[in-house]
C-alpha cells in the first residue's frame, strides 16, 4: 500500500549529517540548515568533507548519503545552484540516484528555486514522485509560472495533503501562484479564498506585498478600482522592482481608464 516514494530506503546520512525530510519534495527548514556552534563554514566544510570522501569510490553502487546530506543543507540553506551542483556530480558517479524519489525531489527543487523551471519540470514529472503530495504543489507552482492555469489548479489540489508541512513563506508561495490560475480562470471567489491562505501565516513584507499585489488584481476584477488603485498605488512605492513596476503600470493604467491622467501623463 505505500507509495513508490516510500519504497526504497535512503542511504544514511552519516554523523551529524541531515536526515531525510517525510517526503520526497519537502524541505525540513528546521534541521537541514542547521550549523551549530561552529557556524556556516565549519558546519558546510563537515559536510563536503564527507561527501568528497564518499564520492572517491568509483563503484556505481557505493553510498551517496553523505552527498545527498550535504544536498540537503544546500537546500534548506536555499544555496540552490551549488545544490543543484552537488546532486548533478552524484547522479554522473551514481546513475542509479535518478531512479531515487528523494534525489529527484531535492534536485527539483533546488531548481525551482534557481527558476530553471523547464528542468525542474523534468524532475517532478519522474514516475518515482507521481504519488507524492509535496511534489504535486511543486508541479502546481511550476505550472503556474508557465500560466498553465488548469494544469497549476489540478496539482494544487492533488498536493493539498502536503501544503502545512510546508514552511510558511512556501505556503505562502504556492496558495499565491493558485490564485493567480483562479483569477486567469475568471474564479474570483477560488482566487479570494487562496489569497487569505497565502496571508493566514506570518512572512517578510516583500511576499506579503507579493501576495497583496494579486490581491489587487482580485479587487480589480472584482468591481472596486477605486480600491483596488489605492493598493497598487502603495505598492509602488516599495524598494523593489519587482513589486513595484507592475503595481506602477497598473495603477497608471486605472488612472488612466478613470480619466485621472492625460495620455501624456501615463
Known amino acids: 500500500l505505500s507509495p513508490k516514494w ?16 517525510a517526503m520526497p519534495a519537502l524541505i525540513d527548514y528546521v534541521n537541514w540548515p542547521k550549523t551549530g556552534s561552529g557556524g556556516f563554514l565549519s558546519r558546510y566544510d563537515a559536510l563536503l568533507s564527507d561527501a568528497t570522501v564518499e564520492s572517491g569510490n568509483k563503484d556505481k553502487a557505493a553510498p551517496t548519503g553523505a552527498r545527498m546530506a550535504l544536498a540537503r543543507f544546500l537546500v534548506g540553506s536555499e544555496l540552490s545552484f551549488e545544490a543543484i ?13 535518478l531512479d531515487n524519489p528523494e534525489f529527484r525531489g531535492l534536485r527539483g527543487v533546488a531548481r525551482v528555486m534557481a527558476r530553471r523551471y523547464k528542468e ?19 508541479r502546481s507552482y511550476i ?22 508541512q510546508f514552511s510558511p513563506t512556501w505556503k505562502a508561495r504556492f496558495a ?17 479564498a487562496r489569497i487569505r491562505l497565502a496571508l493566514a501565516d506570518k512572512t517578510d513584507v516583500y511576499e506579503e506585498l507579493a501576495t497583496r499585489l494579486v490581491q489587487a488584481r482580485v479587487i480589480e476584477q472584482q468591481g ?27 495603477a497608471t493604467q486605472i488612472k488612466l481608464e478613470m480619466g485621472k491622467v492625460t495620455p501624456l501623463q501615463a
Not at 516510500?6 to 525530510?21: I, T, V, W, Y
Not at 496539482?155 to 495533503?161: D, E, I, L, P, V
Not at 480600491?227 to 497598473?250: D, E, G, H, N
Open 6 to 21: 516510500a519504497a526504497k530506503d535512503p542511504d544514511a546520512p552519516g554523523k551529524g549529517g541531515p536526515a531525510p525530510a
Open 176 to 192: 499565491r501562484a493558485d490564485a493567480q490560475a483562479a483569477l486567469a480562470q475568471g474564479d474570483l471567489p477560488s482566487a479570494e
Open 85 to 97: 551542483g552537488v546532486l548533478n556530480d552524484a547522479a554522473r558517479a551514481s546513475p542509479a540516484l
Open 143 to 164: 505550472a503556474a509560472q508557465q500560466a498553465h492555469w488548469p494544469e497549476a489548479r489540478a496539482q494544487f489540489t492533488k498536493g493539498a495533503q502536503a501544503f502545512a
Open 224 to 250: 472596486h478600482k477605486d480600491r483596488a488603485l489605492k493598493m497598487y498605488a502603495a505598492i509602488a512605492t516599495v524598494p523593489r522592482q519587482a513589486l513595484a513596476s507592475p503595481a506602477l503600470l497598473r
Open 120 to 138: 525542474a519540470e523534468a524532475d517532478f514529472s519522474s514516475p518515482v514522485l507521481v504519488e507524492d503530495p509535496a511534489s504535486a504543489l511543486w
